[in-house]
């Protein structure tokens, strides 16, 4: 944040101070996330609620009608996110109730697991019963090919400095063309994007907290249970993803969620989103690093990449791309 923006923020919030009985002395960062998003925490005296959280994101880069919108259809679903207290859209700030410090991805255990994934489940197929056409911008064809093009872009190119020969990128695109056509055949739901656990907050009542939601779009039925059980940050023996993934599926089914007869199926259609997802996670994380100067996240395509191989193995039509992310384990990381 730049200290005009510092300044701006500390204005607006003395303004509040009255409403909110806030502390101004104690705000204090709390967290950045991968964009230009950054969140503060203040003490406010006022009954029951202790600390608030302060969003900032700067307009031109990430306005807030997004997250706004998306803040109400999710809380309208009945699920746990940030209330918004106060908003200054121009200067891009929102007041928001704290969903505290417990992230699933500090929480979760052997033997947290299958609690604090039994409350996400619940949580998901809220969210994807409240779903209804031409509200979120659609998942389509064009956004899929876009995001799974930062792989080559950013992780190949950029990242490794690989050049693919002509099979190589013929390959790839067929590849990429098999993904998508699996990805757009699959029924629609409200999808957050990053259902994770560094996005599910740990909480007393109403658990999970849900944040960082305001790229939702309306897409794949198995995007967020691949972005939840294919986590970039933890991973899990398979028979216990599998065994996850038939709870969803099953609890999905019982609320007449449009989820397919076959597990088989339905388990087939989770791994493709997810190499989708790992694919595109593998230039994301690249792009942070060579564009935004953030080294953080390059401690965690070793495991998207085990992920992307091992999925791409298990498919014949997807062996040539499980070639190309092989040879890549070879090249620096």
């Known amino acids: 944040m730049t200290d005009s923006r510092l300044n701006n923020l500390r204005s607006w919030l003395q303004a509040l101070e009255p409403s909110w009985q806030l502390d101004l002395d104690t705000l204090a960062s709390a967290s950045a996330d991968a964009s230009f998003r950054r ?13 608030l959280v302060v969003m900032d994101a700067p307009p031109q880069y990430e306005p807030l009608d997004a997250f706004i919108r998306v803040d109400l259809l999710l809380s309208a679903a009945g699920l746990n996110v940030p209330k918004i207290l106060e908003q200054n859209i121009t200067d891009g700030f929102l007041l928001l109730n704290d969903l505290g410090t417990k992230t699933y991805l500090a929480e979760l255990n052997s033997e947290s697991a299958d609690h604090l994934y039994q409350d996400a489940t619940r949580a998901l197929v809220q969210m994807q019963l409240a779903s209804k056409p031409n509200v979120l911008p659609n998942y389509d064809q064009t956004l899929l090919q876009r995001e799974l093009d930062l792989f080559p872009e950013w992780y190949l ?8 020969s ?51 779009v309306y897409g794949p039925i198995t995007y967020d249970a691949a972005s939840l059980w294919r986590d970039a940050y933890i991973a899990w023996p398979e028979d216990r993803v599998i065994d996850w993934v038939v709870k969803f599926w ?38 942070l690093f060579h564009r935004d100067g953030k080294d953080g996240y390059l401690k965690d395509i070793p495991l998207v990449l085990e992920y992307a191989i091992a999925t791409a193995n298990r498919y014949i039509e997807l062996k040539p791309l499980a070639r190309i992310l092989e040879s890549t384990r070879q090249s620096k990381e």
């Not at 099979?167 to 063309?177: A, H, I, R």
């Open 157 to 164: 190119k950029k990242h490794l400095n690989i050049q693919l």
């Open 39 to 51: 969140y503060f925490r203040i003490a406010s005296q006022k009954p029951n609620f202790g600390t």
């Open 250 to 287: 099953e609890e999905g089914r019982k609320a007449k969620l449009p989820m397919p007869d076959d597990f088989g199926q339905f388990y087939r259609d989770f791994e493709w989103m997810g190499l989708q997802r790992h694919l595109k996670v593998l230039g994301i994380f690249s792009r």
């Open 166 to 216: 002509d099979l190589q990128q013929s390959q790839l695109n067929q590849s990429f063309k098999f993904i998508i056509e699996n990805n757009l055949a699959q029924a629609k739901v409200y999808v957050h994007r990053d259902y994770h656990s560094r996005n599910l907050m740990v909480t007393e009542k109403n658990n999970p907290g849900v944040i960082d939601f305001q790229d939702a």
